[in-house]
């Protein structure tokens, strides 16, 4: 399990770790930056889970060990070129293909993996996707199932690399588990309702 500590204060998220969450995400390159001085002593691993501009993974790139919301061969390419390091990322995907969330479509997604091979500073561990917000039940699960089988089709394309899977978040981690969820990101569940509208993320992920 991943928690999910958008808006999040760092105390708070400092009594999680110390409960035992080693991995923790943030979907804005201000709110890594804000809260890394507050956390930096505590053994813990960073993920970005959150739209990515290039011109903000300078300032990322310091903070975290991984980056799940890969979703374009541009975005790819601007990491593997300023990452000083070898990188993880995860691919994004569209499983729900709501035009209000990123990733990649499910069926390009392949396509970029293999693209993605010549990049030599990115180690791509798995897949992630959101699914279709606010749904629980089948609907949630189709989406948790179509990323598996992506999974399944890279593998067999030759990307034995891609065995991470997170989906899965409060309204749907139970759906995502029984369709092989590796990681599940879960905020609301652990902190309890988020102060900014929903929105906020969902669709303007991309403000400043
Ligand atoms: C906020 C967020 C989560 C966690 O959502 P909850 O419903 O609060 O558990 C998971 N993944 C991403 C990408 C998020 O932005």
Sequence with gaps: MLIATKTVPPERIRVAIEHGCFLRA??????????????????????????LQTNKINHLLRHVTTIQSVD????????NKRTEAPIDVFLQVN?????SKFGVSPEKAIALLNQMRELENLRVKGLMTIGKLFATGETARRC?????????????????E??????????DF????????????????????????????WREMDRP
Aim: proline share 3%; no cysteine; charged share 30%.
């Design 26 to 51: 943030e979907n804005r390159v201000q709110e890594v930056i804000g809260k890394a001085d507050a956390l930096r002593d505590l053994t813990s691993e960073q993920h970005f889970i959150g739209h």
């Design 72 to 79: 374009s061969f541009r975005l790819a390419e601007a990491i």
């Design 95 to 99: 499983t729900s293909r709501e035009e």
């Design 144 to 160: 948790f199932e179509l990323l598996a089988r992506i999974q399944e089709m890279a593998q067999d394309a030759g990307h034995e």
């Design 162 to 171: 891609v065995r991470e899977l997170s989906m899965g978040m409060t309204p």
């Design 174 to 201: 139970v759906e995502a588990i029984a369709e092989g969820a590796t990681i599940v990101r879960i905020g609301t569940a652990i902190f309890g309702k988020r102060p900014t509208p929903e929105g906020f993320f």
